[in-house]
């Protein structure tokens, strides 16, 4: 692939305000992949996708999209279709598997466990860790960077994903080390993370993720993907 082929901007957007986000016992009636977006988190979706059409100004956008419904219904909202050509339904990067039907009381203990043992390799008892995740979305990069190589590949690319799945994106592809993934927040409901192609063809994030910890000092190379 030649350098001029990678496209401008890589835009990964979190999914707007679910119903799970303000009742958490809803997993223990409705399906992850199922659970709808509040009208509030429509609200957040369509502010940040009128700040995404002026980032893409008005270019063409590839889109890859969870499956999960509170990811199709964020990218719905966003009201890009005019600039979509191609919306790609992208298992790979749908949330973190956690359980099917979940026991509330269960899961808070297993989030007390995963806060000890470590977000990166704690795997939920009927689920996946952070680690599976990571697998998954390498698989992903590869079958991207080929799809960068298709004619006329736009030179905007969009992930409508999940906050977890956000920041293992970014471990994979700025090659941060496990100690700093550990510290990052996720971002909030419709919030956005872009990479951004640089004079000499590398990416740079637009911003830094939020961090909750400052225990671990990120290497100048970690400290180096943002802007």
């Known amino acids: ?126 689920g996946e860790s952070g680690a599976d995740v990571y697998d998954r979305v390498s698989s992903f990069l590869e079958t991207m960077h080929r799809d960068f190589e298709t004619p006329d590949s736009p030179r905007n690319v969009l992930l409508v994903s999940h906050g977890l799945t956000m920041r293992l994106f970014c471990m994979r592809w700025f090659h941060w080390s496990v100690k700093f993934f550990e510290t990052l927040r996720n971002p909030d409901n419709a919030e956005t993370r872009v990479l951004l192609r640089q004079p000499d063809f590398r990416y740079k994030l637009d911003r830094p993720f939020e961090r909750w910890t400052t225990e671990y000092e990120p290497t100048e190379r970690e400290r180096s993907a943002w802007l």
């Open 1 to 126: 692939m030649h350098l001029s082929q990678r496209p401008r901007r890589i835009a990964l957007i979190r999914h707007g305000e679910s119903e799970a986000n303000l009742d958490k016992s809803i997993f223990e009636r409705v399906p992850d992949h199922a659970i709808p977006l509040t009208e509030h988190g429509r609200e957040q979706a369509a502010k940040s996708g009128r700040l995404l059409r002026e980032l893409f100004q008005d270019e063409p956008v590839r889109v890859y999209v969870s499956p999960y419904k509170r990811a199709l219904q964020t990218l719905d909202a966003l009201g890009l279709d005019d600039l979509i050509g191609l919306a790609r339904e992208e298992p790979r990067l749908r949330e973190q598997d956690w359980a099917n039907y979940q026991d509330t009381a269960d899961i808070e203990e297993q989030e007390a466990l995963r806060d000890s043992y470590g977000h990166f390799f704690y795997r939920f008892k009927d």
